[in-house]
């Protein structure tokens, strides 16, 4: 056998070691796995940029249904442009229709006023919205001094 090697199992009349050691496959399958969780979050951001308003208060919210609100004013449904309110209002209806229970998220720059963000809000109570959500960032607090 020109190149082949011949590993033999140190106890005696043992034979060949034929098992394939699987450890460093799961290793690397478990740490690509925590890779593509963690970067996961970011492939999946948000297309429009916004900057939305600080709170220190808040929790995570997925849904199928996100309107975001830019200076202008802009609108999107699902980070597609939409041009009229009644637009909005049918297809938050029609994502209604399909899943009562959806929680719409409502996404406003800082920069938009309070009464354009109002006006949506009732946009989406008036589709039969019982719920919605406000996406806000998270707001760092200095730490306090002694």
């Given amino acids: 056998m ?3 090697a011949n590993y033999q199992d140190e106890d005696a009349g043992a034979g ?3 098992d394939i050691n699987v450890t460093p496959l799961v290793d690397i399958t478990l740490v690509l796995l925590i890779i593509f969780m963690v970067t996961a979050k ?3 951001s948000r297309g429009i940029a916004v900057e939305t308003p600080k709170t220190v208060s808040g929790s995570e919210v997925r ?12 609108w999107y449904v699902n980070g597609e ?3 009229d309110k009644v637009v909005i209002e049918g297809q938050v209806k029609a994502a209604l229709a399909d ?6 998220i409502i996404t406003a720059d800082e920069r938009v006023p309070h009464g354009e963000v109002m006006e949506i809000i009732d946009l989406v109570k008036q589709a039969g919205a019982k ?10 607090e200095p ?3 002694p």
């Fill in 2 to 4: 020109a190149g082949g």
């Fill in 63 to 74: 849904t199928k249904l996100e309107l975001t609100i830019e200076p202008g004013p802009r």
């Fill in 81 to 83: 442009a939409i041009g």
């Fill in 42 to 44: 970011l492939i999946v």
């Fill in 99 to 104: 899943d009562p229970e959806l929680r719409p």
């Fill in 16 to 18: 060949m070691i034929a």
């Fill in 143 to 145: 730490a306090p001094s």
């Fill in 131 to 140: 719920r919605f959500a406000m996406t806000t960032s998270p707001k760092v």
